[in-house]
């Protein structure tokens, strides 16, 4: 099994704190999400993987543009294209709730919804796989979402996906989760999102943040 795992895409980020560079670097900088998410579909691609995940925030804010829509219809087209499943989840700036565009994505990609559901994968190898997760209904989703998720079926593979924040105990807005509740699924893999750099939660079985395709901050 091969696959891309990917989070917080955030196309269409405005990049406000750089409204003072001259124009053609500020375009430059503002199609930068656009040019590093490609880089993601690109080596799906060239490297023939099984399926992507996109574990949240793919778009910078809630309505997205008509050129971002279009350029991630283009992605997935070629996805498609290449035989490549992609599962997606939104997150806490694409939330469900201020999507005012129903949208008809292609036949090879597969939405999460509101409540956490499961998707079912057949691999070319004759592997099967589980695939768990949910898109935020709305900005904040201050409650523990894993105990919704299944424990683990009866497949070779299951993967969680969540967008969320590590507890803290108090004031938590974004699908707080503790490792150990993550570890007592039993599955395989839990593909995060939602903090921008790349962090190793759990080593066995990986509990990864993928961290943003493009970079955020100066550190």
């Known amino acids: 099994m ?13 990049f406000l704190g750089l409204q ?14 656009f040019t590093a998410a490609t880089k993601v579909f690109d080596k799906a691609i060239a490297e023939h993987v099984d399926f992507v995940l996109l574990a949240g925030d793919l778009f910078d804010r809630a309505e997205q543009s008509v050129a971002a829509q279009a350029y991630l219809f283009e992605q997935f087209d070629r ?11 939104f997150g806490n700036h694409d939330y469900l709730a201020d999507q005012h565009q129903t949208v008809a994505y292609p036949a090879n990609v ?3 919804g509101p409540e956490v559901g499961t998707q079912m994968l057949t691999l070319a190898s004759g592997e099967t796989v589980a695939i768990s997760g949910f898109s ?14 299944p424990t683990h079926a009866a497949t ?4 969680g996906m969540l967008h969320g924040a590590v507890s803290t105990g108090s004031g938590d807005h974004y699908a707080p989760f503790t490792v150990a509740e ?13 903090i ?7 080593d066995q079985p990986p509990i990864l943040y993928a961290g943003n395709t493009q970079g955020r901050a100066i550190t």
């Open 110 to 112: 597969a939405v999460f």
């Open 2 to 14: 091969k696959f891309i795992h990917a989070a917080d895409l955030h196309l269409d980020s405005p």
């Open 79 to 89: 996805l498609n294209d290449a035989g490549i499943p992609a599962l997606i989840s």
């Open 182 to 194: 993550l570890l007592a699924k039993h599955y395989d893999y839990w593909a995060l999102g939602h």
């Open 20 to 33: 003072h560079l001259p124009n053609a670097l500020l375009a430059q900088v503002r199609a930068s999400t």
């Open 196 to 202: 921008h750099h790349r962090q190793v939660l759990n």
């Open 136 to 149: 935020y209904p709305q900005r904040w989703v201050p409650e523990d979402q894993v105990i919704q998720f």
């Open 156 to 159: 070779d593979w299951h993967i």
